[in-house]
C-alpha cells in the first residue's frame, strides 16, 4: 500500500503496510514540526525529509522496545522476590525467657 503524507507542502508517496499509515501520519505531523524555517532546493529538502522520517521512526521503536523491555525487567525481578521469600525458612522462634531482654544490660553486667 502507498500512502502519502504532506510536509511542508510537499506530497511524499511512501510505501507501507495499511497497520502504519496512521504511524507514518503521525510521524510526518513531528516532522513537519520541527522542520518549520528550514528551506533549500527540492532534491535536497526530499531527501532530507525521507531520512529524517526514517530516523525518527527508528527513534520510537527504540524507545518503545526499551520500554518493553524495562516492563519484562521489572516483571521477572518481581518473580524472583516472590520465589525468594517463598523459599526461605520461617523464623526459628526464641525461647521465652530470652525474647525482649536487651544485650547491652548483660554486657554492662560484665556477662556479655
Not at 15 to 39: H, I, M, N, P, Y
Not at 58 to 77: D, F, G, N
Not at 96 to 112: F, N
Amino acid at each position: 500500500m502507498q500512502s502519502t503524507v504532506k510536509i511542508l507542502g510537499e506530497d511524499y508517496a511512501i510505501d507501507c503496510a495499511e497497520c502504519d499509515t496512521r504511524r507514518l501520519e503521525d510521524l510526518a505531523k513531528v516532522l513537519e514540526a520541527r522542520l518549520q524555517g528550514f528551506s533549500g532546493d527540492a532534491g535536497a529538502m526530499r531527501r532530507l525529509v525521507l531520512v529524517a522520517l526514517g530516523l525518527i521512526d527508528e527513534a520510537q521503536a527504540t524507545s518503545a522496545a526499551l520500554a518493553r523491555a524495562r516492563m519484562e525487567i521489572e516483571r521477572l525481578t518481581d518473580m524472583l522476590v516472590e520465589a525468594q521469600l517463598q523459599a526461605e525458612p520461617p523464623p526459628e522462634p526464641t525461647d521465652a525467657p530470652e525474647r525482649g531482654r536487651v544485650s547491652a544490660l548483660r554486657v554492662a553486667q560484665g556477662r556479655a
